[in-house]
């Protein structure tokens, strides 16, 4: 961003704050993900599986362990 042949630092920073958020945010966990785990550690009787401050990618891969667990012991 420049202003007049100088760069606006006030608005550099603010899209590099816009940007941290974003990314910040693509990262964390959705809402689905997460009553889906919450559901889904509970029905295993693995409480400590569901954490709020998991990521995306984390989420996913507890969720499909999960779900394998489930559908195994469902299989007996």
């Known amino acids: 961003m420049q202003v007049q042949g100088k760069y606006d630092a006030k608005a550099f ?7 941290d958020a974003k990314v910040f ?10 009553l889906k785990l919450k ?4 029905e295993a009787y693995q409480p400590a599986q569901y954490d709020r401050a998991l990521s995306f990618s984390e989420a996913a ?3 499909q ?9 469902n299989s007996f």
């Open 13 to 19: 920073r603010d899209a590099k704050a816009f940007r």
């Open 25 to 34: 945010l693509s990262e964390q966990m959705t809402r689905a993900q997460g």
């Open 39 to 42: 559901r889904l550690s509970e």
């Open 61 to 63: 891969r507890r969720i």
């Open 65 to 73: 362990v999960l779900e394998a667990e489930i559908e195994l012991a």
